[in-house]
């Protein structure tokens, strides 16, 4: 994942302010199941909380659930790309986490349409 992580990372620009103020991500494969509000769950970001940080030396951590396993390159891309823009700094440099805009990231539906991840079953990321 960090290879994909990189890649994303690059390629948008919406995303260098935490390159340049030096955000720290883990990323983790998940091997079970996870599914919110009767939908399944691809990914999500969640802030390392205070207590944490004392154990380990990140500020986000980005999982990956099996059912992203199914997608391509490009659509795992594209969920990296998603979980990324929940990762925030507010003006007083604390982290925090950056809810949607809409049911997604209107940067991700205006960039790769509203199917995106190709579930034929109406979930989403």
């Known amino acids: 994942m960090n290879k994909i992580a990189k890649k994303v990372m690059s390629a948008h620009r919406d995303l260098h302010l935490l390159q340049d103020m030096e955000v720290r991500f883990v990323y983790l494969q ?14 999500e970001c969640r802030k390392v909380t205070d ?10 951590i980005i999982v990956f659930y099996p ?6 390159d490009k659509q795992k891309e594209i969920l990296m790309y998603h979980e990324m823009l929940h990762a925030g700094v507010d003006e007083n440099g604390n982290m925090t986490i950056i809810p949607h805009d809409v049911e997604d990231f209107r940067v991700i539906l205006d960039r790769y349409g509203l199917d995106w991840a190709g579930g034929h079953d109406g979930t989403k990321p």
């Open 67 to 72: 059912a992203a396993d199914a997608m391509t």
């Open 30 to 43: 998940c091997d079970k199941e996870k599914v919110s509000s009767g939908k399944t769950v691809y990914g």
């Open 51 to 60: 207590v944490y940080k004392a154990l380990v030396p990140y500020d986000f």
